[in-house]
């Protein structure tokens, strides 16, 4: 009886192995059929910031490559009956028929010379799972895609994402994605890859990032190179501005808590989220919606 249950157990296991799901980070969903994960934004972009936002992801702006890849978007498309009507996907190299009016220039890019968005054509797939070629300069949501295979999952710190280092003196992994994000994009960022917005507990941490920070290659969108959205920021329904960390505690609490020169200061009375100063790693308040580099961090635990 128990040498049955024993095999039961193990067909069991078995089974569930072969049919589970592979996993990435929370806001991709696995496809089996093509043995990789997707994640429709439903946020809009132009086919330029879409492919960057994708990279930041460890994917790419889906080149659509068979069949399933369309009927993935397809499923996903529709839980959205009110999005618009194309979702922008990466040029295959054929040529498709334009849906929407053709302008009266060559679109026939030169290679290697700029060509503005408004002269070039992207590829986009409609509702009814049409490739066709549209105008690129317009913001629309798009898909990301990233084989199974080539899916960045970084052992030693347990975490989907690329470019995580190990930092020497502090027992905590830290990435600065080269994307600029508002603080609320980046703390889902943070989140979506197992990680979370960065929380200094010591000097030894503060130093570790600050270092960090200064060999980060520039990031070129941001509204400010010199600061980094951090994880913490003020309760903005509190009559006073009390900073707290993501995990809300007060920076005291937390371990770290030394403003920059004349910070928080509040500026436009409308600065209730939590940078660090590149130059010096203190603390500095912004606009929530000014879109920075920002930093993610994982702690090393012991892994089950
Ligand atoms: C200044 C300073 C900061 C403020 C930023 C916002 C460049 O620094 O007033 O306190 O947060 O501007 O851009
Ligand atoms: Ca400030």
Request: aromatic share 12%; charged share 20%.
């Amino acid at each position: 009886m128990s040498r049955l249950l024993t095999l039961a157990f193990y067909l069991f296991s078995v089974v569930t192995t072969v049919l589970s799901n592979k996993v990435y980070r929370t806001d991709y969903e696995y496809n089996r059929y093509t043995d990789a994960f997707y994640k429709l934004h439903i946020e809009t972009a132009n086919p330029v910031n879409a492919a960057k936002v994708c990279q930041a992801e460890g994917a790419v702006l889906m080149m659509p490559a068979s069949q399933q890849d369309i009927a993935q978007l397809h499923g996903m498309f529709k839980k959205y009956p009110d999005l618009d009507n194309f979702v922008w996907v990466a040029n295959d190299g054929q040529t498709h028929e334009s849906a929407e009016e053709q302008p009266l220039i060559n679109l026939q890019p030169p290679t290697e010379e700029y060509v503005p968005l408004w002269q070039r054509e992207c590829d986009a797939v409609t509702r009814e799972g049409e490739i066709v070629s549209i105008t690129c300069f317009k913001d629309r949501p798009f898909i990301c895609k990233v084989d199974a295979a080539k899916a960045p999952y970084n052992k030693e710190c347990n975490v989907y994402g690329n470019d995580f280092q190990r930092a020497r003196t502090v027992n905590s992994c830290y990435q600065i994605p080269t994307i600029a994000y508002t603080w609320n994009q980046a703390y889902a960022e943070c989140a979506a890859e197992g990680a979370h917005l960065v929380v200094l507990n010591s000097q030894a941490e503060h130093d570790e990032v600050q270092r960090l920070m200064n060999s980060a290659p520039r990031i070129q969108e941001a509204r400010e190179t010199w600061f980094f959205h951090a994880g913490f920021r003020a309760q903005t329904t509190d009559q006073q501005r009390v900073f707290k960390t993501i995990f809300n505690e007060t920076l005291e609490d937390a371990g770290y808590s030394t403003w920059a020169d004349n910070e928080p200061n509040n500026a436009l009375q409308n600065e209730n989220c939590g940078t660090l100063f590149k130059n010096d790693g203190k603390l500095n308040d912004v606009d929530c919606s000014y879109r920075y580099g920002f930093i993610c961090e994982k702690e090393i635990t012991a892994q089950t």
